[in-house]
Each structure stands twice: as structure tokens, then as C-alpha cells.
């Protein structure tokens, strides 16, 4: 039975569907949701379009203007297309790449859009097979094209596929252009997307275009004798049945390394991501077969790609000689440790290079890049924000790396999207250096934090989906805002930054001063008098609301390091409570 009555626009856009030009499949579909007595999946699948959030246009797939289809990436494309003729009018010739991954669909998607860019008279360069996001990144940049798109939605599970637009520096699109795109694509009806242009305007793309990103991968190295030293190093390798599956242990044997240790049940490539739930390397169970095959074999380390091989997961030997679970903040804490340390090492630190981070990634990495005299940057979740920094510092100054909580990094501006190739291959060597210098990279860890201070980190969630969802978490961020806790695991609030007025208080002495940032987003950050740090924001790609947890802590020597652990996770569990989570 309804429980509600179906909202008159979600009929008229469901009707849209059975009238216009749909394939029969599409229509029939449609009935069935239209005549469902339960019309919660009529709803969800019509009560808004999709749009380009921080990480593109991602969703379930199914029909419906709010699932991913041959429509809506059809509307996507033609959108962008029609966008690109006017912000490049003076070029003769268009160019765009299409990437995709190992998803149900991408590769229908992948050619559905082929042909749209086609049929608009624009140059387009496909992958032969399924390709890892940054070597999409890579190529827009190699080739001098204007845009890009790669089929993936990351992380999410099987249900979801997505669309990742690119601009003409190989970064995701970012504002105006963002803001623009979505204009045009509201405008596009069914009648208004031009499927299937002539195949004489598509080239497509193998093993050459591999082997010239891979050229760059390994040029990131900054210890190669460390390498020639340990490279039987023992490395678990799970591309958790994604793009990783051929390029990454390339990209590790490139760099030297021998001895790399495959798991054959995840080296499938399959959008069913038949074992695991969720294709997540920020999630315990996605590393539990490639741990077990460490324990196994005795590894060095652990390392897995997420489906499209932007984001990348280790694990390390602790202590006690169990293998854990490295956390997003301890990675691009790691990578920014060893980079500064090298590049210092090496005389390479000469006053102009920089590293960026999240504003929700820990803050002992600005500690790592201040206390070095390395300059860094502070910007939005998502990637793009980083290539944006990296776009307007071109020529003028040298990224060295940046990263943010959500297991992405990049070591390198070759690429300007996330990196799990390029990161793989350097987090292997960092393993082979701190071997080389008698040290596990647990202990490398530990050091950082004996150096720089200690904080653990927790990120929680709450769904919500639907359209009741997105209410609710609007909702919640109105509440956090109007009435901010006073205190925090026991200390006072001293500071709220408001990303959506950009504005930051000083609660102790009254004082405002605006936040250094180009544009608003819907975050708020609370920081307490002990350092203490909390962000809320509603993900960009999710439905969910996310809370990003930081407590700071002494660690004055190893074997303290438990007992301290064990400390800020009680006073983490406290903050929770605080915020009623």
C-alpha cells in the first residue's frame, strides 16, 4: 500500500518516461515502478536529477532520472559537450578521453558516451579495457585534450555506478565549470542527446599509453638503491577485482620489486565483487583475504586498490608481529614523513615546494610540513580542490605530494586526481627504505608521532537515504550549527569554523576573522582548548552525514605507544557521545 500520495512533478517526470524517446525496456520498467503499490522506489528513482557533487555523478543504477542509465549519463554527456564547444569555440578540434572500470554497465556507459562525443564532432580517445582513474587524469594531460570522463563509482557497492568529468589540466571539474555543466545538462531532453556518432572520430587506447604512464610512476622514486637492497621485499597485492589488477604490479616491477604476492580470488575482475561486501580498502573486511595471505607468507607488507585504483589501503606488521590496518591520516602522514625526509635528504627542499591536505585530514601533517619549512596548503574534501591548489601554483612553486583522510594520495602532478598506482609504487619503496635503515614502517609510524606529537582519528557515519534522508541530514547540519556543543571529551570548545559563511569565531575572546578559502561549502569544524578537532559534512556522493574526529595526545616513547592508543580511544568514544552519535 502507498503510504503517501506520489508527488505530482514524480508523475509528471515518470510520465516524461513512457512518452518520450526511451528504449522499451526503459518504458516497461517505468510501469512497473509507476504501478508498484509500494511507491517508495518510484520516488527515489524520479524526485531529483543527478548532479556533479564533489566526486561527479554517482548513483544506483536502474531507470530513472535519479539512477544511472544510458539516459542520464546520455544527458550528462551531451550537456558536457555542449559546454565544451563553448568554452573551447576557438579550437579547431575537441578532444576527450573515456576511461572506465571493472562495474556492471561501465563499459556500456563508457561506449554510450563514445558515441555522444562523437556525434558531436568532437576527437575521442577510449580505453581498450578497463584503466585506473589516474591513468585517465594522465592521459587528458598527455594528449592535450579538453576533457575527460571515467565510468566508476569508486568505493560504493555493486548496486552504484558513476561519472567522473574531467577538465583540460586532467583535474575533476571544479567551479564555475561544475556550476556551468549542470546548467547544461538541465536543458537536455531524451530528443536532444545524440547517440551513436561515426566511430572514424574514436581512437582507442592500450598498451603504449600504459607504458608511458608508467614511465612517469616510477619516476617518483627517491631511494632507488633502498630498492635494489630489499626488493625481494615481500608485498601483498589485492586489486579487490578492480583496474589495479594489471598496472599496479607492473608499475611495483618497474620499480624493481620482485616479490610480489597476488590473492588469486580478488585478482577476478567482476562488478559483483563476489568477496566482499564492500569493494572498500577503508574497510576491515575488504583486507581480510589479502592479510591472510600475508600471515601466510610472511609478508613486509600489505597493499590494496580500491575498484578504480584511486584510493589505496595498507597494512603493516605491528609491534607484536600482527598485521593491522593503516589508517587513511597515518598514510599521508607516512608519505609526507618520507617525502620532506628524502627530498631534504637529497638537497631537493629549496624554499618553493609545498604539500596540500584536507581540512578534515589530520593536523599533524601541516606539523610534518611547518616544522621542515615546507609551505602547506588547507582545502575542501576531494581531490579536485587539491589539483585546483596544484593549477594555481603551476610555474611557481613544486608539489611534493598531498593526500587526504579517505585513503588518497597523490605523490606527484602528472596525474591530478588521486593515486593508487603511482602510491602504491612509492609506498612499497617507503617500506624498502625504512628496512633499509632498520626499521618496520610500524616503527616509522611510531617515530613520526614521537617527533610530531600523537592524535588518532576516527571518521563516523550516519545513512540516511532517499529523499526523507537528505532532509534529515539537512536538517542535522542546521541543529550542529544554531547550537555547537560546549565542550568535548571534557574540554572546552575555543574555536567553530563555518565553511558555510566562511567565517571563523574564537569563542574565547570573541573574535572573528573570515577563513582563506574561494568559495562556501556545507562544513563546520569545532576545535577544543586541548586540540581536539571535529568536522561535520554531508558527503558530496553518499547519503550520508560524516564526522570527522581528531584527538591529540604526548607519545614520548615506543613502548608507551599501546597505553597512549588505548587513551585517545576512550576520549574519542566520549567525543561521540557528546555529539549524541
Known amino acids: 500500500m502507498k503510504t503517501i500520495e506520489t508527488p505530482a512533478i514524480i508523475l509528471q517526470k515518470a510520465n516524461e518516461w513512457l512518452t518520450g524517446n526511451y528504449d522499451d525496456k526503459t518504458k ?146 571544479v567551479e564555475p565549470h561544475d556550476v556551468n555543466i549542470i546548467n547544461e545538462v538541465s536543458k537536455v531532453k531524451v530528443d536532444d542527446i545524440k547517440f551513436n556518432g561515426p566511430k572514424k572520430n574514436i581512437t582507442i587506447l592500450g598498451v603504449d599509453m600504459d607504458n608511458k604512464f608508467l614511465k612517469k610512476v616510477v619516476s617518483v622514486s627517491l ?53 566482499v561486501i564492500s569493494p572498500n580498502p577503508e574497510e576491515p573486511a575488504a583486507m581480510k583475504l589479502a592479510i591472510e595471505k600475508a600471515v601466510e607468507t610472511d609478508a613486509d607488507i600489505v597493499m590494496a586498490s580500491d575498484p578504480d585504483a584511486d584510493r589505496l589501503g595498507i597494512a603493516v606488521k605491528n609491534d607484536k608481529g600482527k598485521f593491522i590496518l593503516v589508517n587513511g591520516n597515518q598514510t599521508v602522514l607516512i608519505f609526507l614523513y618520507y617525502i620532506i625526509t628524502r627530498r631534504k635528504e637529497l638537497g631537493l627542499l629549496k624554499g618553493k615546494q609545498y604539500v596540500v591536505k584536507t581540512i578534515v585530514t589530520s593536523e599533524l601533517a601541516a606539523e610534518i610540513a611547518l616544522k621542515n619549512g615546507v609551505e602547506y596548503y588547507d582545502c575542501y574534501t576531494g581531490f579536485k580542490f587539491i589539483a585546483e591548489v596544484i593549477r594555481e601554483n603551476e610555474g611557481i612553486k613544486e608539489y611534493i605530494g598531498g593526500g587526504e583522510e579517505s585513503f588518497g594520495f597523490l605523490p606527484a602532478d602528472f596525474v591530478r586526481d588521486k593515486d593508487a598506482v603511482t602510491s602504491c609504487a612509492l609506498m612499497a619503496e617507503i617500506a624498502a627504505w625504512a628496512k633499509d635503515n632498520g626499521r618496520s614502517l610500524f616503527e616509522m609510524l611510531q617515530d613520526i608521532y614521537l617527533t610530531y606529537g600523537y592524535s588518532k582519528e576516527k571518521m563516523k557515519y550516519v545513512v540516511r537515504k532517499g529523499k526523507s534522508g537528505a532532509e534529515e541530514i539537512e536538517q542535522m547540519m542546521v541543529n550542529f550549527r544554531n547550537n555547537p556543543p560546549k565542550h568535548l571529551a571534557g574540554s572546552e570548545l575555543s574555536v567553530v569554523k563555518d565553511y558555510e559563511t566562511l567565517k571563523e569565531k574564537n569563542l574565547v575572546t570573541g573574535a572573528e576573522k573570515p577563513i582563506n578559502q574561494k568559495i562556501t561549502s556545507n562544513v563546520l569544524q569545532f576545535f577544543t582548548k586541548d586540540g581536539t578537532k571535529v568536522s561535520v559534512r554531508p558527503s558530496g556522493t553518499e547519503p550520508k552525514i560524516k564526522f570527522y574526529i581528531e584527538v591529540k595526545d604526548a607519545l614520548v616513547s615506543r613502548d608507551q605507544y599501546d597505553a597512549v592508543e588505548a587513551k585517545t580511544d576512550l576520549k574519542i568514544d566520549q567525543v561521540m557521545t557528546d555529539l549524541g552519535l
Not at 530513472?64 to 542509465?69: A, D, F, I, L, V
Not at 611495483?252 to 616479490?259: E, I
Open 223 to 275: 631511494s632507488p638503491d633502498a630498492i635494489k637492497r630489499n626488493k625481494d621485499l615481500k608485498i601483498v597485492y589485492t586489486p579487490i577485482h578492480g583496474t589495479g589488477v594489471k598496472l599496479i604490479p607492473m608499475a611495483l616491477a618497474k620499480m624493481g620489486f620482485t616479490n610480489v604476492i597476488h590473492v588469486p580470488e580478488q585478482d577476478v575482475v567482476s562488478g559483483d565483487f563476489p568477496t
Open 28 to 173: 516497461e520498467e517505468v510501469r512497473q515502478l509507476i504501478n508498484n503499490d509500494d511507491n517508495t522506489a518510484l520516488i527515489d528513482a524520479f524526485y531529483r536529477d543527478l548532479e556533479f557533487g564533489t566526486g561527479g555523478l554517482r548513483g544506483i543504477m536502474g531507470v530513472g532520472s535519479n539512477r544511472m542509465n544510458i539516459y542520464t549519463v546520455g544527458a550528462a554527456t551531451q550537456g558536457l559537450s555542449n559546454y565544451l564547444k563553448v568554452a573551447f569555440a576557438k579550437l579547431p578540434q575537441i578532444g576527450v578521453a573515456i576511461g572506465y572500470d571493472c562495474r556492471n554497465n561501465s563499459r556500456l556507459f563508457a561506449e554510450t558516451a563514445a558515441g555522444i562525443f562523437s556525434a558531436n564532432g568532437f576527437k575521442v580517445y577510449l580505453f581498450e579495457d578497463l584503466r585506473p582513474t589516474p591513468e585517465l587524469s594522465f592521459v587528458i594531460r598527455e594528449l592535450g585534450l579538453q576533457s575527460g570522463i571515467i565510468l566508476t563509482a569508486s568505493h560504493n557497492p555493486k548496486e552504484y555506478n558513476g561519472y567522473k568529468a574531467y577538465w583540460d589540466d586532467g583535474s575533476q571539474i
